[in-house]
């Protein structure tokens, strides 16, 4: 069964930094493409940063330069670093395993909120 944790969420100023870690059990990190999501109030779910399982990265315009994502293959957990954090961050971010095999089902992890002051 197939599980994803995440954690790191809080409260933060702006410009300040936090760290989100996405936890997986039943798959391995290493082996599948791997995204980070968020949702504002009264927004679409959007893609913040994706990471292929070939180390390939792909980035939201709104967070480029600011985000990285990376993983770590021994821990199976993906991370979301968050630097020069802006109000308009402020959501419930997601971690996703799309299409995972054998069934090509989307997974998801119950989100973590992050909330940016001004």
């Known amino acids: 069964q197939v599980q994803l944790v995440e954690s790191g969420g809080g409260l933060v100023q702006a410009g300040g930094s936090l760290r989100l870690s996405c936890a997986a059990s039943?798959?391995?990190?290493?082996?599948?493409?791997m995204g980070w999501y968020r949702q504002a109030p009264g927004k679409q779910r959007e893609l913040v940063a994706f990471?292929?399982?070939?180390?390939?990265?792909n980035y939201a315009d709104s967070v480029k330069g600011r985000f990285t994502i990376s993983r770590d293959n021994a821990k199976n957990t993906v991370y979301l670093q968050m630097n020069s954090l802006k109000p308009e961050d402020t959501a419930v971010y997601y971690c996703?395993?799309?299409?995972?095999?054998?069934?090509?089902?989307?997974?998801w992890g119950q989100g973590t909120q992050v909330t940016v002051s001004s």
């Open positions: 996703l395993a799309p299409s995972l095999l054998p069934t090509g089902y989307d997974y």
């Open positions: 990471l292929t399982s070939g180390g390939s990265t």
């Open positions: 039943g798959m391995i990190v290493r082996s599948n493409s």
